[in-house]
């Protein structure tokens, strides 16, 4: 099946510096898909985006979709503390989701 | 209100006791999934449901059953063949069967083996 990589596995930044979580496949992906874990919570899905080069913003969230297809990443501008939580890519293949394996972000007051 | 509701949110369990995990949707969506969740780990699938009738075994479904006989329902047993069950579980749907659909969660059941 899918294969989703995704780095860093931990980041801790300080409070209004930015963050940056990558993902990567070997394969060129349909779609790719963005949740966000709060602790102790369940994932919520955020975007997703399908187009080659695709870039869509929410507020200080930008999501990226390489010109392959074959990554994507999620960077947060001036993070805050409500930014905590487990950030997962993921692709839909029809049958199943391919989850990466998350990055935690900590937010440092 | 539209949703997954999975049930119990928690639950303790004495080794070599089979217990049952309760996943109900009222969103219409045709795919079930089941996840396993470890502490600061990925999410990893057990078993899936693309119909009613019809279930497929994910990638870790050794210790682990599942009955689709309602599209709202998809209850996920573990059983006491299942050596490490202790983690937290989530359920989700899918509208259909077609790629970019998003994933629903569940609030999730953490599991507790005493």
């Known amino acids: 099946g899918q294969q989703v990589m995704q780095i860093p596995q931990y980041q801790h930044v300080q409070e209004g510096e930015d963050f940056t979580t990558y993902c990567n496949s070997s394969t060129t992906l349909s779609n790719i898909q963005w949740y966000k874990q709060r602790p102790g919570g369940h994932p919520v899905f955020l975007i997703q985006l399908v187009k080659s080069g695709e870039v869509k913003k929410q507020k200080r969230l930008t999501f990226q979709f390489g010109e392959a297809k074959k990554n994507s990443s999620l960077h947060i501008t001036a993070t805050q503390t409500t930014d905590v939580g487990t950030y997962f890519c993921a692709t839909s293949t029809g049958n199943q989701f391919y989850f990466g394996t998350g990055t935690s972000l900590t937010v440092i007051p | 209100d539209g949703g997954i509701t999975q049930s119990p949110k928690y639950l303790f369990r004495k080794e070599g006791q089979n217990v049952t995990l309760s996943c109900e949707q009222n969103?219409?969506?045709?795919?079930m999934y089941w996840y396993r969740q470890d502490p600061g780990q990925g999410l990893r699938l057990i078993y899936y449901s693309q119909i009613v009738n019809d279930f497929q075994k994910g990638d870790i479904a050794e210790g682990y059953s599942v009955s689709r006989e309602k599209k709202e329902s998809f209850p996920l047993t573990v059983t006491s063949a299942q050596k490490n069950p202790t983690a937290f579980y989530l359920c989700a749907s899918g509208r259909d069967s077609s790629m970019n659909t998003e994933a629903f969660f569940g609030q999730g059941t953490r599991l507790t083996v005493v």
């Open positions: 969103l219409n969506h045709d795919a």
